[in-house]
């Protein structure tokens, strides 16, 4: 009994040291996780130099491009467009905000306009504006413009607030179980839209394209895929999701094993493919959070939104290191032998979960919301 009494005893005293100082134990964790995160980057960076550069080398350069670079200017600058753009905002895009909110006439006008450019990347718009009207600060005050006003009227409108509902929890082993495909596509996905955005110009220019034509590059590439959203989305409402997802990859894939396979086709031709791989492969995240999404209760969506946005995010991370690690073996033709080696893994990871469950039935799925992930 008193050995019984003296772990009780144990017990209860470490269970409310964990209690009042809950607080410190907590920074603790966070502090040790921070420390390790950086010692592994340290190592990593000794040990693969090529795939990655030891912290404090990184924390040099940012001193000396805080010292005597061009980071205080840039960011200098960038104070500078985003005060100009919030002035141009506060004067105007009010006034059409409302008028787009509360004049149902000029809203139908105005609505494919807003919704294509609250659903595209800001990034996009800068190779076609950049192209039309130069780089300069009016240029990037006009990107931001027409972003910010596509915005406004959506905060301004007029919607009925949707039903409150206690939020449920969805680990992320249990979201696997639940929808294996939807979960790795959205891995995909990451990997996939990171390696266009971040790699593509430096593939274009390793093709050796000019400043324009890297830009039109970047622009066909992003942009189609404000094409692809509503009927792929249309169609997946329709049929089985999976089979969807099959098509988009079986023809991304075909499309990037043709402009690796066909280095030397004419630009027009190249542009097309590159646009049709982009618009297809970037629809990815949204079929695959939709099919998620059918087979949870509302409750568990913003669980379980957390979860698939952190895959998301730990491919995107992934994508651009794997990308340029091949491109500097192999040179620009591993930018899409990369692209089309993901999509065709997931189409066969697809074809085989196609063997394992049956579709959702129709009238159990969510609809479909075109939608890209953003920081």
């Given at each position: 009994?008193?050995?019984?009494g003296?772990?009780?005893?144990?017990?209860?005293?470490?269970?409310r040291?964990?209690?009042?100082?809950?607080?410190?134990?907590?920074?603790a964790?966070?502090?040790?996780?921070?420390?390790?995160?950086?010692?592994?980057?340290?190592?990593?960076?000794?040990?693969?130099?090529?795939?990655?550069?030891?912290?404090?080398t990184?924390?040099?350069?940012?001193?000396?491009?805080?010292?005597s670079?061009?980071?205080?200017p840039?960011?200098?600058?960038?104070?500078?467009?985003?005060?100009?753009?919030?002035?141009?905002?506060?004067?105007?895009?009010?006034?059409?905000?409302l008028?787009?909110?509360?004049?149902?006439?000029?809203?139908?006008a105005?609505?494919?306009?807003?919704?294509?450019?609250?659903?595209?990347?800001?990034?996009?718009?800068?190779?076609?504006?950049?192209?039309?009207?130069?780089?300069?600060?009016?240029?990037?005050?006009?990107?931001?413009?027409?972003?910010?006003?596509a915005?406004?009227?959506?905060?301004?409108?007029?919607q009925?607030?949707?039903?409150?509902?206690?939020?449920?929890?969805?680990?992320?082993?249990?979201?696997?179980?639940?929808?294996?495909?939807?979960?790795?596509?959205?891995?995909?996905?990451?990997?996939?839209?990171?390696?266009?955005?971040?790699?593509?110009?430096?593939?274009?220019?390793?093709?050796?394209?000019?400043?324009?034509?890297?830009?039109?590059?970047?622009?066909?590439?992003?942009?189609?895929?404000?094409?692809?959203?509503?009927?792929?989305g249309?169609?997946?409402d329709r049929?089985d999701?999976?089979?969807?997802?099959?098509?988009?990859?079986?023809?991304?894939?075909?499309?990037?094993?043709?402009?690796?396979?066909?280095?030397?086709?004419?630009?027009?031709?190249f542009?097309t493919?590159?646009?049709?791989?982009?618009?297809?492969?970037?629809?990815?995240?949204?079929?695959?959070?939709?099919?998620?999404?059918?087979?949870?209760?509302?409750?568990q969506?913003?669980?379980?939104?957390?979860?698939?946005?952190?895959?998301?995010?730990?491919?995107?991370?992934?994508?651009?290191?794997?990308?340029?690690?091949?491109?500097?073996?192999?040179?620009?033709?591993?930018?899409?032998?990369?692209?089309?080696?993901?999509?065709?893994?997931?189409?066969?990871?697809?074809?085989?979960?196609?063997?394992?469950?049956?579709?959702?039935?129709?009238?159990?799925?969510?609809?479909f919301?075109?939608?890209?992930?953003?920081?």
């Amino acid at each position: 009994m008193a050995a019984v009494g003296r772990i009780d005893s144990f017990e209860s005293r470490l269970a409310r040291f964990r209690l009042v100082n809950a607080w410190w134990i907590r920074l603790a964790c966070y502090a040790l996780s921070i420390v390790l995160l950086l010692g592994t980057w340290q190592a990593l960076g000794h040990s693969f130099g090529v795939l990655f550069v030891p912290f404090t080398t990184t924390m040099g350069r940012l001193w000396d491009m805080l010292q005597s670079g061009p980071l205080l200017p840039g960011l200098a600058v960038s104070a500078k467009l985003y005060g100009v753009t919030l002035a141009i905002n506060i004067v105007v895009g009010v006034i059409v905000g409302l008028l787009l909110a509360r004049i149902k006439l000029i809203a139908a006008a105005f609505e494919p306009y807003i919704y294509i450019l609250y659903a595209t990347p800001t990034i996009s718009l800068v190779p076609f504006v950049s192209v039309m009207f130069g780089f300069d600060f009016g240029s990037r005050v006009l990107v931001s413009v027409l972003i910010s006003l596509a915005l406004v009227p959506i905060v301004l409108s007029a919607q009925q607030i949707p039903e409150r509902a206690a939020p449920g929890k969805v680990r992320l082993l249990e979201l696997y179980r639940n929808s294996p495909l939807g979960v790795v596509g959205v891995t995909v996905s990451g990997l996939t839209s990171a390696i266009v955005f971040s790699m593509g110009p430096v593939y274009a220019r390793l093709k050796g394209l000019e400043t324009d034509a890297v830009a039109t590059f970047m622009g066909v590439s992003i942009l189609a895929a404000v094409v692809t959203q509503y009927p792929v989305g249309r169609l997946s409402d329709r049929v089985d999701r999976r089979t969807v997802i099959a098509g988009i990859c079986s023809l991304a894939t075909v499309v990037a094993g043709s402009i690796v396979a066909f280095p030397s086709i004419p630009n027009g031709a190249f542009l097309t493919l590159a646009g049709l791989f982009s618009g297809l492969v970037l629809t990815l995240y949204s079929l695959s959070t939709s099919h998620v999404n059918d087979k949870l209760e509302p409750a568990q969506m913003v669980a379980a939104s957390s979860a698939l946005l952190l895959m998301n995010g730990t491919g995107a991370a992934l994508g651009p290191v794997l990308s340029g690690s091949l491109m500097s073996l192999f040179g620009p033709r591993a930018y899409f032998a990369n692209l089309g080696t993901l999509t065709g893994a997931l189409l066969l990871f697809d074809l085989w979960r196609k063997t394992r469950r049956r579709p959702v039935p129709r009238d159990q799925k969510t609809p479909f919301v075109g939608t890209e992930p953003s920081a």
